[in-house]
């Protein structure tokens, strides 16, 4: 399944609108789908957005800090796991059980360390204080074909300087969801981030 390097964080979503909103992501052309564990009851989400929509998208957790917890998430049905930080146990524990690893990185150190563990891409988080430039210097000691995504303060109005620097995609968290919002809501956001994607993707 090809996907665009746009993961949708759902922070705060409830199993009720799970399925709903994840169609509308679908829809619009967003097809990495993660639920953070600090969510509602967050593995019936998973789970329920697992059984309904794996041929259309990949859906995975987030906030995920311990081995349990990955063990939790692969018996939900999520093929992804995205942690705050680069826990050697965790990411190991996920290739272990052939999902794909996106831990948080900061520093250069965190970034080789999580390499080393065997990660399949790299969440530079947050964006926003690393900023492009940043990111940029980082990026050039890094293995070239790895995947790096800037999460926290990337939106449709930046992508453009974070292809600049050598990000591949994008973590989108309160752009596209918040609490309370409908699924038409998602859908237009999400359409708006595919817009600005596809159009400022390095060729």
């Known amino acids: 399944m090809e996907h665009r390097h746009l993961i ?20 619009a052309g967003i097809t990495m789908i993660e639920v953070p564990l600090n ?5 019936t989400s998973i789970a329920l957005a697992s059984n309904s929509l794996s041929e259309q998208a990949a859906i995975g957790a987030g906030t995920v800090l311990t081995k349990k917890q990955v063990w939790a998430v692969s018996d939900a049905g ?10 050697k146990q965790v990411i ?8 794909l690893s996106y831990p948080g ?3 250069p150190s965190d970034a080789f360390r999580a390499i080393k563990a065997g990660a399949s891409g790299l969440k530079f988080f947050p964006a926003e204080v690393l ?13 070239p074909e790895l995947p790096i995504y800037a999460v926290g303060g990337a939106n449709p109005d930046n992508f453009t300087e974070y292809f ?9 968290g309160t752009y596209v969801y918040k609490p309370g919002m409908t699924a038409a809501d998602v859908a237009e956001r999400a359409a708006t981030a595919v817009a600005a994607y596809d ?4 060729q």
């Open 8 to 27: 949708a964080i759902l922070r705060g979503i409830t199993p009720p609108e799970t399925v709903d909103v994840c169609q509308a992501l679908i829809s």
């Open 39 to 43: 969510s509602p009851d967050a593995l």
């Open 78 to 87: 999520g093929t992804f796991i995205v942690s705050p930080d680069t826990n």
């Open 92 to 99: 190991e524990e996920t290739v272990r059980l052939q999902l």
């Open 105 to 107: 990185v900061f520093t």
């Open 131 to 143: 900023g492009p430039k940043g990111i940029k210097a980082i990026k050039a000691v890094l293995p």
């Open 164 to 172: 600049a620097a050598g990000c591949t995609g994008f973590g989108l």
């Open 199 to 202: 159009a400022g993707k390095p």
